[in-house]
């Protein structure tokens, strides 16, 4: 089956992007990246692209005078290079519903907590305060909603009782590099469906068992 051409959007580190690159390295991936697009220059996940030998584009929103344009731009830097599939990775920029509706089910982004709880931003810091035990990482298909649409992979992490923002982004990302391979794998091998508002996954069992935080096998009594 021929590769599924996948485009990577980011606007800063791109440890994401990296571990796609990791995972289209593997024998039997589906997916081969064929552009990676910032939306600044100075975007770190510019280098790891280059480092990989990808191609890469630089689309920078503050050079258009609306939206409109810059999207427009996004848009033709996608087509050009025989983009498939778009991933958000770390794009810290709001699409519209002109992009949206244009790359419907084929535009999916990552999102550092288990949607739909905890949309937008300093995600962390809010899971902190609100004491959850778990939280985690969701890969989605996007819509105009921003952080909502079709989850296709969630990963989910403890919270520990000490966690600052920084160790919670640290566990969550580890889970974000497991959970994007995955989900960017899964739909190039045509076993994502999208019905209605949910996903289908064929042949995909769930994992067993489950997770109790605090672990009740080490608790003091
Ligand atoms: C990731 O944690 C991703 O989930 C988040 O930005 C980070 C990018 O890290 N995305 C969002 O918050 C989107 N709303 P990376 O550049 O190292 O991949």
């Not at 996940?45 to 990808?54: S, T």
Request: hydrophobic share 45%; proline share 6%.
């Amino acid at each position: 089956m021929a590769k599924l051409k996948a485009a990577v959007l980011l606007s800063g580190s791109g440890t994401n992007l990296q571990a796609l690159i990791d995972a289209s390295a593997r024998p039997g991936y589906g997916a081969e990246i064929v552009t990676v697009i910032a939306n600044r220059p100075d975007a770190y996940g510019l280098v790891r692209a280059q480092n990989a030998g990808l191609p890469t584009d630089v689309v920078r929103h503050r050079e258009f005078a609306e939206r409109a344009s810059f999207e427009a731009a996004l848009h033709e830097a996608l087509t050009a290079r025989g983009a498939e599939l778009v991933c958000l990775a770390g794009f810290m920029r709001v699409l519209t519903a002109w992009f949206v509706e244009r790359w419907m089910n084929r535009l999916i982004n990552i999102h550092p907590s288990l949607l739909p709880v905890f949309k937008g931003l300093e995600v962390h810091e809010r899971v902190i305060a609100a004491g959850v035990r778990f939280t985690g990482c969701t890969v989605h298909y996007v819509r105009t909603d921003v952080d909502a649409g079709p989850i296709i992979v969630q990963g989910a992490v403890p919270v520990h009782g000490d966690d600052t923002p920084q160790t919670l982004q640290a566990r969550v990302l580890e889970a974000e590099h497991r959970c994007y391979p995955l989900a960017v794998d899964l739909i190039a091998k045509q076993r994502v469906r999208v019905v209605g508002d949910l996903v289908q996954i064929d042949g995909a069992p769930p994992p067993t068992g489950h997770l109790i935080n605090p672990d009740p096998d080490r608790a003091t009594s």
